[in-house]
């Protein structure tokens, strides 16, 4: 590829995540980790959420999930996860404690935890 031309892939603009009821979810990102709804964002016909996370968003899905709970590793840096860069990782290990949600650190050495949120989604929160 030339080295003068722009990557076509410039940003991740979303990801998504399956969750079984919204309203529990944003207990989680709303309420623990101080993520915002987008409320601009049209209705797609089933509920779910949208939700600011810098430039990108999280998009939660409330569909049936193809994917099974079940034998999912014990340590979300071994599943397929969502990395979110965050200020203040003590903060959130005690609102994570508060809430009763296990969390591991990384395995690397970074100022970073792994944790799951209701539904077992992986969730990466690093400190940069």
Known sequence: MPQNN???????DHCSLIVADTTKALGFYTGILGLQ???SRPDLGYPGAWLQVGSGQIHLLEVPNPDSADNRPE???????????????DELIRRLEQAAI?????????????????????IELLEK
């Open 37 to 39: 709804v987008d409320a």
């Open 75 to 89: 340590h979300g840096g071994r599943d397929h996860h969502v990395a979110l860069q965050v200020s203040d990782l």
């Open 102 to 122: 296990d969390y591991s650190k990384s395995k690397s050495g970074r100022a970073a935890l792994f944790c799951r949120d209701y539904d077992g989604n992986a």
């Open 6 to 12: 722009p990557p076509l892939v410039a940003a991740i």
